[in-house]
């Protein structure tokens, strides 16, 4: 526990008020989650949905935990993405994000999403373009019962920090521009930075940031 404990002191004494830690539980154990917890931590990520249902069924004694969903949504978990993640980061399509409004629709609740756009070509990751997501944002803007807060981005594999921080600083002009463009949404989230490059996501307006390893250690799963 003093472990994860102190990393968690450690990493939170860096972060300005404006970041937030998103706690990266995937393939770790809900008993890692609960010394995490223990340690004043109430945000957690998860990547795959079912990994996620089986740990909150063991957690539910713990009423206060906000639940972040990080990794790609199939259309055929949208429903239970809805019901088990209180904030989406992966909406990566306008067919996702209209599912997951109509499904909350129907659930009576109101999740909270980041648009996953990507600023470079990665053929490992999903994420808008960034000429359809200016394109798509007067639909995105219609959307009623959930509430997009901004955006997310994760940096390709074999960047030098210079490259990924110009990045990081990419994204927070473009959710700029977006914010400009719709005005009636809130795009003032900016989930960007990892275990291996959060400083720099930090340095260029990050409000999430989403650590794993340098939290929890190696992955136990």
């Known amino acids: 526990m003093a472990q994860i404990a102190e990393r968690l002191a450690s990493l939170r004494s860096q972060l300005p008020p404006s970041v937030q830690l998103i706690a990266v ?18 945000h957690f990520g998860e990547n795959r949905v079912q990994e996620a249902i089986a740990k909150q069924a063991e957690l539910t004694d713990l009423p206060d935990l906000t639940w972040h969903l990080l990794g790609k949504l199939q259309s055929n978990k949208a429903r239970k993405a809805v019901e088990h993640f209180d904030w989406i980061h992966s909406v990566d399509s306008w067919a996702l994000a209209e599912r997951l409004d109509r499904i909350a629709g129907e659930l009576g609740r109101s999740p909270k999403l980041c648009l996953q756009v990507k600023l470079l070509p990665d053929p490992n990751k999903a994420g808008w373009d960034p000429a359809d997501l200016r394109a798509e944002l007067p639909q995105l803007s219609q959307l009623q019962q959930v509430q997009i807060r901004g955006l997310m981005v994760i940096a390709p594999l074999g960047l030098t920090a210079a490259e990924t921080q110009a990045l990081f600083a990419q994204a927070r002009t473009f959710a700029a521009e977006l914010q400009q463009q719709a005005p009636q949404l809130r795009l003032t989230e900016l989930s960007m930075g990892m275990s291996s490059d959060w400083p720099l996501a930090v340095a260029e307006g990050a409000t999430w940031i989403r650590v794993g390893t340098q939290l929890f250690g190696p992955r136990s799963l």
Do not use: D, T
Request: aromatic share 6%; no cysteine.
């Open 25 to 42: 539980s995937k393939n770790h154990p809900a008993a890692a989650i609960r010394e995490a917890y223990a340690a004043g931590q109430r």
